[in-house]
């Protein structure tokens, strides 16, 4: 990541932590006619290392294959086997292919990924990827719907999820099962959005396979990138002829999977021109069996060919239903950097460190480009730009805004072509121009790909496209691949969508042009406009309609630079690079108006989203202001907010880390009645699908309200931790939440319920989704409903091998004998997680001795019990004080208050000068403690006084000798007690 002397050193983040991206509309790229072919650099090495790898150690073990293969279903075809093993040994050795081929097989891949390149391969400076290597963040995903959503709104989403605990998987550990999982895995399918990093994982894994480091179970590794499989698509082949193109050291080897343990890489699905139809019926087992490219990687893919191999395949989000889910064993996700990884790229990326920490404070302090710090690509952007704009040499506004970044990021490229003094052909405004309109005309059309015919009804030269790309060094890239057909593409997206809005802007400045009309026919009246001067506030209100009425938001981030863009900031920025004929600083008055009336009357909370950011591009943060002041100050729930004032505020809400972490929802109802509390939930829902903690105490929830809240949770189910809807009349409407808990995603760990009126069908509702998923939740509180015998339901959870709860509260439940006795059977077949109970208020009487069986389990763990007003007998006490006898060593609280207990407390005293035992706060309230019974109880904490804090007996009638025992107790120093009431 260090710096280079002359150059921002970018290290080809656009190149390494993602190959570029595809078109968002796939169709747009399978539809095109007669166009080139789209290429990369060839992955093909003939050239090997002087000294070749030798990966074949002593210590090398074999890998068990059956432990890969996937389900019989997926990998069984009907047809016969040509790769089965005929009794062939499993030793260190690999029959039949000299060693030098396998050597030279490794080296070559690793000579092939060893570097990075900046600009083109033919052109760069290659840096070394394990010096600039920082560890993405990578989870196991939920596969399901593809989001349709802009790429940007999706990284802002992942901010907003960073903080859950998803464990989170080594790039070199995908095909490992996760603790707990037993399942194998053979296919993987990891997705991310462009310039996450999904590319340079791949190289990562490769290199570290290369030097010995990783998976040395995997005796070859073919990385089969999609752009370089497209130039093949037309030809008929066998997957051995396949290999042996892209491999030419296989010709030598006999592929087969009872020989080697063999991974194929898939890199870039979003790529694919192939019509992969996985509903054809044609099936191949044999790897000399020639057909079309696309049924090769069909049957490779379900495991026709070659079963026991392994797949990896990466795709941006939009593609990645392109692969039927019955074939995929596992979805990850690259989720790019996350906190600690940010910082840790940077300090990697400079080398001066006190640069790195102001560079880091700096995009700390600007919300929207840390958010963006996720995408690697764009770090790289940002540490280009910073590292020059704090330089002791350079002067001016450090950049605040996504706007004021690229532009700069702009201006340090156009810089460089200067620097190195390439032959001028074109000035730097009319190659600026011809790119950008490349940008905005395939960024409307959904193509973040072009080919020849694209650039030259642009204005490019082919022949010249290579210049530009020169001029552009790290903006704009041609790629080579096996037979040297070019493609053309910005690094990544963000960078063509600034370019776009940049082209529409200056044509507006400098050439009185409405590019928009030029999408859409132009009626007579549209022409005869352009000969007269074009109202600024006219082409964004266009530009603000057109981004509104796009469903997946592809033009939102194209509309927060242009508005951006017309900033007197930027007029001043962009006269270094090209002369403006006529200022628009001026003119965004009505803009602001505009965005804030459509702000008013829009109902979707993401549009809302992106229009409160481009109000913070053209420096109008009155709304937001507001609505931070009211949170500041407390006074949100007494405020009369109009709709704009309810958008400011999710967008405040949505944006802001510190918010989401502390924020708690039933503020906003103090001092409303229950109808205005309705629509005040109605508003926060978008909040609250993204809260971790959603608190809803007493607001009056409706049956209605109660299904919107569900559908708003099942949505979003794996990021919800905390759920308190206690004091709201649920009754039977706790269905409709049953519905998100069962969901496997859900991994709800506190759930809070009490007074909620929750009726024996609600209560079974909500068993039966904890059994279907009882392994997250954590703590339980279903305290002041009438569940009566319907506690045993629960039981069934209790009981499951899988549930980890450590927390149930049962407090004035109606729980009877019978339910006690379900209750603490199935406490006693899973005793082990247990820490909290709370049973007061229930008249369990004798059903307390059940209870001690539990309590004496040396596998329980119970830490706290609260058995206040619930009828103990002295029989039940002294089962109690047996079992705590013989298990004293983990209760720290006991509540029995409101029990007549009277001298059975004496019992209680055994336990307490038992030295294991560790009780720190007792309670015997009312109890009908006598003098002997307080005097029991003082002699035991003398001989075990270390541990107890609190100790409570109030309302007990105890004589002057008692009383003067205790205080003297609770002076004297060698004592710890805190607390103490009587």
Not at 169 to 177: D, M
Not at 503 to 512: A, F, G
Not at 685 to 691: A, D, F, G, R, T
Not at 935 to 961: C, I, M, Q, W, Y
Request: proline fraction near 4%; include cysteine; charged fraction near 25%.
């Amino acid at each position: 990541m260090r710096s280079d002397a002359s150059l921002p050193h970018p290290v080809n983040f656009l190149k390494n932590y993602e190959s570029i991206g595809h078109p968002q509309n796939l169709r747009s790229v399978y539809q095109k006619k007669s166009e080139p072919e789209s290429s990369c650099v060839s992955m093909r090495t003939d050239v090997s290392l002087p000294h070749p790898v030798n990966f074949l150690k002593s210590d090398d073990t074999r890998f068990n294959l059956k432990s890969i293969l996937p389900p019989r279903s997926v990998t069984e075809p009907i047809c016969k086997r040509y790769d089965q093993p005929m009794n062939q040994p499993q030793d260190s050795t690999y029959p039949g292919v000299r060693h030098e081929v396998l050597n030279t097989f490794r080296s070559n891949l690793m000579k092939k990924f060893e570097r990075l390149y900046e600009g083109t391969v033919t052109q760069g400076n290659p840096t070394l990827l394990n010096e600039i290597y920082t560890e993405l963040y990578i989870t196991e995903s939920e596969s399901g719907e593809i989001s349709n959503e802009h790429e940007v709104r999706q990284i802002e989403t992942q901010s907003r999820r960073a903080a859950t605990e998803d464990t989170a998987i080594k790039c070199n550990h995908i095909f490992r099962p996760l603790p707990g999982q037993d399942k194998a895995i053979r296919t993987v399918l990891t997705k991310g959005v462009a310039g996450i990093g999904k590319t340079v994982s791949v190289q990562k894994f490769i290199l570290d396979w290369a030097e010995g480091k990783e998976n040395q179970d995997v005796q070859l590794i073919f990385p089969l990138p999609f752009r370089e499989i497209n130039l093949m698509k037309n030809k008929t082949l066998s997957l051995s002829d396949l290999l042996h193109v892209f491999f030419p050291e296989t010709k030598e080897m006999e592929i087969s999977s009872y020989k080697y343990k063999v991974l194929f890489i898939f890199d870039g699905l979003d790529e694919c021109r192939l019509p992969l139809d996985f509903k054809s019926n044609v099936k191949l087992c044999n790897i000399s069996e020639s057909a079309s490219v696309d049924v090769l990687l069909m049957n490779l893919i379900v495991g026709n060919l070659l079963p026991s191999a392994l797949i990896w395949i990466t795709s941006r989000p939009a593609a990645a239903d392109l692969i039927p889910s019955e074939c995929v064993h596992r979805v990850t996700e690259v989720r790019g950097f996350n906190e600690p990884q940010k910082e840790e790229y940077f300090r990697k990326r400079i080398s001066d460190q006190s640069l790195a920490d102001r560079i880091i404070s700096h995009l700390k302090s600007s919300r929207s480009l840390y958010i963006m710090c996720h995408i690697p690509v764009f770090c790289w952007i940002s540490a280009a730009v910073l590292e020059k704009m704090l330089s002791p040499a350079e002067s001016g506004e450090i950049p605040k805004t996504l706007t004021q970044m690229y532009t700069h990021f702009l201006i340090l490229q156009t810089n460089i072509k200067h620097e190195k003094d390439y032959e001028k052909k074109v000035t730097d405004e009319d190659m600026i121009l011809k790119l950008g309109k490349v940008a905005f005309e395939q960024l409307v059309k959904g193509n973040l790909i072009f080919y020849e015919e694209d650039l030259r009804e642009c204005g490019i030269d082919v022949t010249e496209a290579s210049v530009y790309s020169g001029l552009c060094t790290q903006i704009f890239r041609e790629e080579f691949g096996l037979y040297q057909g070019k493609v053309f593409c910005f690094v990544h997206l963000s960078i063509q969508e600034h370019l776009a809005a940049l082209y529409v802007h200056l044509s507006w400045t400098n050439h009185n042009r409405n590019v928009f009309e030029s999408i859409t026919k132009q009626s007579l009246w549209s022409k005869v406009k352009d000969w007269f001067l074009l109202n600024l506030c006219e082409l964004h209100q266009r530009a603000v309609d057109e981004a509104l009425q796009s469903k997946n938001g592809h033009l939102d981030l194209f509309l927060r630079f242009l508005l951006g863009l017309s900033v007197e900031s930027h007029q001043i920025l962009l006269q270094r690079i090209m002369k403006m004929k006529r200022s628009s600083s001026d003119r965004n008055e009505k803009t602001v108006e505009f965005i804030k009336e459509k702000i008013r009357t829009i109902d979707s909370p993401e549009k809302s989203i992106n229009l409160f950011h481009c109000l913070n591009e053209l420096g109008d943060r009155s709304l937001v202001e507001e609505i931070q002041q009211y949170l500041k100050l407390g006074h949100l729930s007494k405020a009369k907010l109009s709709s704009s004032h309810w958008s400011a505020a999710i967008f405040v809400l949505l944006t802001s880390e510190e918010e989401m972490n502390k924020f708690r929802l039933d503020k906003f109802f103090e001092g409303k009645n229950k109808a205005e509390n309705m629509k005040v939930l109605q508003k926060l829902l978008p909040v609250i699908k993204e809260s971790r903690s959603v608190q809803l105490f007493n607001c009056g929830i409706t049956d209605e309200d109660c299904a919107a809240l569900a559908s708003a949770l099942r949505s979003n189910p794996s990021h919800l931790r905390q759920l308190n809807l206690s004091g709201n009349k649920l009754g039977d409407s706790v269905k409709q939440l049953s519905d998100v808990l069962q969901n496997p995603h859900c991994k709800l760990e506190i759930l809070r319920l009490y007074g909620c009126s929750i009726t024996d069908k609600g209560c079974a509702a909500l068993a039966s989704a904890l059994r279907s998923n009882p392994s997250h939740l954590r703590e339980l509180d279903l305290s002041w409903n009438k569940l009566g015998d319907s506690v045993k339901l629960l039981s069934d959870v209790l009981q499951n091998p899988h549930c980890k709860l450590e927390t149930l509260r049962l407090r004035d439940c109606g729980v009877t004998d019978e339910g006690c006795a379900a209750l603490t059977s199935a406490l006693r077949s899973n005793p082990s997680h247990l820490r909290e109970l709370y049973l007061s208020k229930n008249k369990l009487g004798y059903s307390l001795k059940l209870l001690s069986d539990v309590l004496q389990n040396p596998h329980c763990k119970l830490e706290i019990l609260w058995l206040r007003d619930c009828g103990i007998t002295d029989e039940g006490c002294a089962a109690l004080a047996s079992a705590l006898r013989s298990n004293p060593s983990h209760l720290r609280e006991l509540n029995l208050s409101w029990n007549k207990l009277g001298d059975s407390v004496k019992l209680l005293s055994d336990v307490l000068q038992n030295p294991h035992c560790k009780l720190e706060k007792l309670w015997l309230i009312e109890c009908s403690v006598t003098d002997e019974g307080v005097t029991a109880l003082v002699s035991a904490l003398r001989s075990n006084p270390l541990h107890l804090r609190e100790l409570h007996l109030s309302f007990n009638k105890l004589g002057d000798s008692c009383k003067k025992l205790l205080s003297d107790l609770k002076n004297d120093p060698h004592y710890k007690l805190e607390r103490l009431s009587y």
